[in-house]
Every structure is written in C-alpha cells, then in structure tokens.
C-alpha cells in the first residue's frame, strides 16, 4: 500500500489499474517512482511543486503501492505504455517527465517512442545503457533472491544502497520510510518489474538524439551512478548536471532543500 497523504485517484489503463495522486494547478509535471517505491517518495515534491504553480502527477506504476499487481514479467515498455495511457486518460498531451532509477529507463523509453508527450526530460539517478548478459543474470538472481528471502530481507539488504551509507543513521526518519516503502512493496510486482529491467533497451542513442531541455539529478554519494550521471549529461543535447550533496541514489529524500531547489530553478526556466 502507498503511504502518500494525498488523495488516491484510479484510473484503468490497458489491462491494469493505476493509482495517482494529482496536485496542482498549472502546466503538469509527472513524477515516476523506482524500484521497490511507491508515489509516496514524492510527497514532498508534490507539496512544494504544486505550491509553485505546477499540476503534479505521481502514479504508482504497475505493481507497486496501490496499483494492480502483474505477476510474471513487466518490461519497461509496458510500464512506459501505462504512463503514456494515462496521459491519455487525463487528457494531457505534453507533460514535463521526471524518472527516477527504474523510472528513469521508463521515462527514456517515453521519450523514445513518444518524444511528442514530452515537452522537458529530467533524469534521476539512473544508467541509460542496456545490460550485458552478466547484468541480465544479475538482475534475474536479484528476482529469484527476493522470492526465496520475502521483501523485509531486500529492504534490509539494500537499504544502505538506496539511501547513503551515512543517512541511514544521520537521517534515520529517512532511513525508516525507505525502509517501510521496500518492506512493504508487493513481492510479485518487485520480481516482475526486477526481470523485465533485465531485458530493457539502451537509451544512449535516445539521449544522443533529444532535443527538448532535459535535466539530469544524481546524488553525489550514489551507490550505483558510476559515472552515468555525467555520461548522459554530456550525451544530452541541451542537458544540464545538478549533483545533490549529502545524498545517495534517494536525493528528493536525502536532501529535499537542495534537491527541490535545483528542480524548481530548471523548471522555472520552461515557463
């Protein structure tokens, strides 16, 4: 279940139901969670965005927090198919996509197959490129792991990774919701989305080609950026490079000031 505090709103979508919260007034902008999350990472945003002026959409995708759960195999295309639908379903044409980790891939992959729904791209602590056949293995383990172990043993597992190893005790509230998010995330629909990320497309050549503003955001201390932060930035046509200090892969939470204010300097440069 999503711990959001805002309104839950539903909305059947190909052959499944979203959850979303929708804030704001304004041009809108839709925030996608990552792996293991839920639209409650983003409640913070949704406050401050929609106070500046922004209609702020923030799903569920597929299989997480209150949304249906698919079992089996989700590929990034039918999460990015989702959001695309849902566009549809509310009736907006263009939207500003922000993507984080898992999301990040689903929003290059909008950006691939629809760049007309997408007025201004942001990136979030994610890797464009596809993964070889040892990552495919990895991620297809990962899957096996959490079936065999239960959500509360990946949450534990890797909370030091989704959060900086140092925030998981200097901000231990933090810690906690990220924790609970994981802990509580749907097996089936974490072991779904978990394979089909094995099998995702590389977006180098979608980056290469964008040439709406795009906005990329990596924590300094992230875990599992590697350099990709500043690849994609320097990919990216019109793409800009914000660094969050004192934050790993999770900055809006780690450090929302410093996060929030760097959102709201690019998107205030769109209007």
């Known amino acids: 279940m999503s711990r959001s505090t805002f309104t839950t709103h539903t909305a059947h979508v190909n052959d499944t139901e979203l959850a979303y919260t929708d804030e704001g007034r304004g041009e809108s902008v839709v925030l996608l969670h990552g792996h293991a ?3 409650s990472m983003w409640d913070g945003q949704v406050t401050t965005l929609a106070e500046q002026g922004w209609r702020v959409i923030a799903p569920d995708l597929r299989g997480f927090g209150e949304s249906r759960v698919t079992e089996g195999i989700v590929y990034t295309e039918e999460f990015a198919a ?42 979030n602590d994610t890797v464009p490129t596809s993964e070889d056949a040892a990552g495919r293995r990895r991620r297809h383990v ?9 959500m509360e043993t990946y949450a534990q597992n890797v909370l030091s990774k989704m959060i900086a190893e140092e925030n998981v005790e200097r901000l231990p509230e933090v810690a906690e919701r990220v924790r609970e998010m994981i802990r509580t995330a749907p097996l089936e629909g974490s072991t779904a989305a978990m394979r089909g990320r094995a099998e995702r497309n590389d977006f180098t050549e979608t980056l290469r080609a964008w040439e709406k503003p795009a906005l990329v955001i ?18 990216l046509r019109h793409g800009e490079l914000v660094v969050v200090p004192a934050s790993g892969h999770t900055p809006n939470m780690e450090n929302p000031s410093e996060y929030d204010a760097a959102l709201g300097a690019f998107l205030s440069r769109l209007v």
Request: proline share 1%; hydrophobic share 50%; with cysteine.
């Open 37 to 39: 999350y839920d639209r």
């Open 82 to 123: 989702d959001i695309v639908a849902l566009l549809d379903e509310l009736g907006l044409e263009t939207v500003i996509l922000l993507g984080f980790s898992m999301s990040g891939q689903v929003a290059m992959q909008i950006a691939a197959s629809c760049p007309e729904r997408v007025s201004a791209l942001i990136i």
């Open 142 to 150: 990962a899957a096996d792991g959490i079936v065999r172990d239960g």
């Open 218 to 235: 990596v924590g300094d201390s992230d875990a599992f950026d590697n350099g990709a932060g500043l690849a994609m930035s320097e990919l």
